[in-house]
């Protein structure tokens, strides 16, 4: 079994910077990808940020230049600094490990911008 577990999101005023984290623990060897979703009320799950294990990333358009995704893989972590924070950014965000064909998830942390 391989777990994922989220930390890091909290209420933040708009402009402002969070940081999340996410450590994987369990039967795990390497992770291809990991990366971050999110999923806003009422919305689908999106993706926000991923990192293969050659350090190739992926961001959606809506974070890019605010958002920086890195990870350790030897401790098989990933992280997210988050700055310039808007309203829209609001969610539960998701890590995400890929490991072969498997994909893994996290329970989410919940980030609130307020305007």
């Known amino acids: 079994q391989v777990q994922l577990a989220e930390s890091g999101g909290g209420l933040v005023q708009t402009g402002g910077s969070l940081r999340l984290s996410c450590a994987a623990s369990?039967?795990?060897?390497?992770?291809?990808?990991m990366g971050w979703y999110r999923q806003a009320p009422g919305k689908q799950r999106e993706l926000v940020a991923t990192?293969?294990?050659?350090?190739?990333?992926n961001y959606a358009d809506s974070v890019k230049g605010r958002f920086t995704i890195s990870r350790d893989n030897a401790k098989n972590t990933v992280s997210l600094q988050m700055i310039s924070l808007k309203p829209e950014d609001t969610a539960n965000y998701y890590c995400?490990?890929?490991?072969?064909?498997?994909?893994?998830w996290g329970q989410g942390t919940q980030v609130t911008v307020s305007s």
């Open positions: 995400y490990g890929q490991m072969g064909f498997r994909a893994y």
């Open positions: 369990g039967s795990v060897f390497s992770f291809n990808t």
């Open positions: 990192m293969n294990s050659g350090g190739n990333t």
